[in-house]
């Protein structure tokens, strides 16, 4: 019910809407990506490198502190734990393999907070592909450590300076590219976005995050069903993986986090699922911040990677049958989780995942509810966004 269709659609939105030019690309990938990932010499690749190379199983760790805080029992989803800091590799790892089993040679990524071009550079260093990822100029100065560690894995960072300078801009570039080298380049989506197959492809290899957690959960509870799974979204990915496995679980609160920016009404949030409309971004159809005649909305987030205007077809089809309920937090409410979680717990969360940690006070959960959060990401690439806005609101440090 939840799951695309054979037309790349959940219920009304997805598909894929692309150039001419791009379609001998994306049928190919069409065709090919199931029969592909299905293959048990495939599984059995991408099952070793997830175990020995990226780390899992990821821990899902009890954490009393923070359950005591909001008196319901809180686990973390580990992903910070990964190699490259977040649930991105997961997916970098299957579409490398997939990439070298369609022969190609170059590999092509968008980036907004750095982790999925890290994760991209990682695979392409792994497997000795050419990498080039696009990223907005923006978001190249506020996640400067990323930008460093993508160029140290010998990968080229194209700064994009057109529109906001940031992952939309970013991605509009990386598809430009594909258009232009269509036979030996590979593009290494990092969300569940774009045209079909992409959303589904990218949910397959992040749904690892809710396998794990079912087998988790019966270790540690006796049961393999919480009653809430809480991920942030921007176009989605950790909350596709986080969900996958619990779509047709109606027991299962499935609790999406966006980013309200300054504030949903301000005109500087990327809310999409309170602002957007439907329309057409990235080659899928989906809901979108517009205007009225059409034109895309710039977004707003202290975080780079929520600071999309769109949202992945899937969770615009969760946000349509009410499946999963969608929560807005502001950058301000974002930064006082985060530092709660620090403090609390000793771990310091991505600002991506902030915006999760901000919403367990809104789920209405009580002391026997478990609440499974997918802790995405780690706050290290965060750090001078971090100092900075806490020395600009004045907060003892």
């Known amino acids: 019910m939840y799951g695309v269709n054979e037309r790349g659609y959940y219920g009304q939105f997805g598909g894929a809407f692309i150039p001419e030019m791009l379609y001998p690309n994306v049928e190919e990938l069409r065709q090919k990506y199931l029969q592909i990932i299905l293959e048990p010499g495939f599984k059995a690749e991408m099952e070793d490198l997830l175990r020995d190379y990226v780390g899992r199983p990821t821990p899902l ?52 907070a750095g982790q999925h071009g890290v994760a991209t550079a990682t695979v392409c260093a792994l497997t000795g592909l050419e990498c080039i990822v696009y990223m907005g100029k923006i978001d190249t100065e506020r996640q400067r450590p990323n930008v460093e560690k993508m ?6 960072v194209v700064p994009v300076t057109s529109g906001s300078q940031t992952l939309k801009d970013a991605t509009n570039e990386a598809i430009r590219d594909w258009i232009n080298n269509p036979v030996d380049t590979h593009y290494i989506i990092g969300s569940v976005v774009g045209p ?8 397959r290899f992040q749904s690892v995050i809710s396998e794990e957690i079912r087998k988790q959960l019966q270790e540690k509870e006796g049961r393999e069903l919480p009653d809430y799974v809480v991920a942030c979204v921007g176009g989605g990915s950790n909350a596709a993986g986080a969900f996958y496995h619990f ?34 971004i990235h080659g899928s159809k989906t809901l979108l911040m517009q205007t009225e005649d059409g034109q895309i909305t710039e977004p707003y987030s202290i975080s780079a990677g929520l600071d999309y205007p769109g ?16 929560i807005a937090i502001t950058d301000n409410e974002a930064m006082e989780a ?3 979680l620090s403090r609390l ?26 609440v499974v959060l997918n ?10 966004t971090i100092l900075t806005y806490f020395e600009t609101h004045d907060v003892q440090k």
Request: hydrophobic share 40%; proline share 4%.
């Open 311 to 326: 949202v992945g077809p899937q969770h615009a089809h969760l946000a349509d049958t009410g499946r999963a309920r969608f």
């Open 196 to 203: 079909h197959p992409y959303p589904d492809m990218v949910a």
């Open 61 to 112: 760790y009890h954490a009393k502190r923070l359950s005591e805080r909001y008196n319901a029992k809180i686990y973390l989803k580990r992903e910070d734990l990964n190699h490259t800091g977040a649930h991105k590799i997961n997916n970098t790892v299957g579409q490398i393999l997939l990439a070298k089993r369609l022969g190609k040679t170059r590999i092509i990524a968008e980036t907004g």
């Open 338 to 340: 985060l530092r709660e």
């Open 151 to 156: 160029r140290l894995m010998g990968a080229t």
């Open 247 to 280: 779509l047709d679980e109606p027991s299962v609160q499935l609790v999406a986090v966006e980013a309200a920016g300054l504030g949903v009404d301000t005109g500087h949030s990327a809310a999409t699922s309170v602002l957007g409309k439907t329309g057409i």
């Open 375 to 384: 802790l995405s990401g780690r706050g290290d690439k965060d750090l001078n």
């Open 345 to 370: 717990e000793g771990i310091i969360p991505a600002i991506e995942t902030s915006h999760a940690l901000a919403a367990l006070g809104q789920l209405g959960a009580g002391p026997e509810d478990v």
